[in-house]
């Protein structure tokens, strides 16, 4: 394995955790004969995008959520862009391309991994197909001004915001990215800087407004009633649905 290969196994080994790319064998055992990661069943998302405007606030939530959860390990991807998403059966997304992260809690340099991700959610939006419903039609219109406002937020205020503003649109299909938006395991101490042991998950006592979301099985009932309490955000007016970035008043279960 190259010297490069071998840095990229060992950021990825502190962070396996839901929406990471995981590690080949060969990754795991460092012997050089074969890829880093293991991406079986995963597309790259340009093959595979999300087909309307909640499809993208759900994914873009889950996400984003991955993204902060990186950052609480002290990792920062450095190039997250279309190429670099792969999505599984599901339609879920999951990070990969971390030849280019390091061990960083520089704050301008997760600002830049937060601009790029609302930078590649734009991309989505503008690239979904032609839609004659003008429900749709007007729930892109919102996600684009979310995405504007939430522009230079850190990862988890984007997750919120998303997540909120998915629910605000209804239960309705999102084509093919399963339904739900539910807490991911927590992978990562209360130190934002310091990761989880390898092979170990976090405390469960970790603050429930901290968890991530998980993209799960659609065959939830209703993603906005599951178990740590979301509140009403996204159910306001055009304007102010699923704006709720500072954080204060969290939508994500």
Do not use: W, Y
């Not at 301008?108 to 197909?129: E, H, I, N, T, Y």
């Not at 915001?161 to 299909?173: D, E, V, Y």
């Not at 539910?182 to 998950?201: H, I, L, N, V």
């Not at 407004?209 to 740590?228: F, H, K, L, N």
């Amino acid at each position: 394995m190259s010297e490069s290969g071998d840095v990229e196994a060992a950021i990825l080994a502190a962070i396996q955790m839901p929406g990471v790319v995981p590690l080949s064998e060969a990754g795991r055992s460092g012997s050089g004969a074969g890829p880093v990661t293991s991406t079986d069943s995963l597309v790259p998302l340009p093959d595979r995008p999300p087909l309307g405007s909640r499809a993208v606030c759900v994914l873009g939530a889950s996400l984003s959520r991955t993204v902060a959860e990186v950052h609480r390990a002290g990792i920062v991807h450095g190039s997250i862009s279309l190429p670099v998403v792969l999505v599984d059966q599901l339609g879920r997304p999951v990070l990969a391309g971390f030849s280019t992260a390091s061990r960083s809690t520089s704050p301008d340099a997760r600002a830049l991994d937060a601009g790029d991700l609302v930078s590649l959610l734009k991309v989505l939006v503008d690239r979904l197909p032609a839609s004659a419903d003008s429900s749709e039609s007007r729930n892109r219109r919102r996600t684009s001004r979310l995405l504007d406002e939430l522009d230079g937020s850190p990862p988890v205020d984007i997750s919120d915001g998303l997540a909120g503003l998915a629910r605000s649109f209804g239960s309705g299909a999102t084509d093919g990215v399963a339904e739900a938006v539910e807490p991911q395991e927590a992978r990562s101490d209360g130190d934002p800087d310091q990761a989880a042991p390898e092979g170990q998950s976090a405390p469960a006592d970790r603050p429930s407004d901290e968890e991530g979301p998980q993209v799960v099985d659609s065959t939830q009932e209703d993603p906005g009633a599951a178990a740590r309490g979301p509140s009403g955000a996204g159910q306001g007016d055009e304007r102010g649905d699923g704006q709720n970035a500072s954080g204060s008043d969290r939508t994500i279960r």
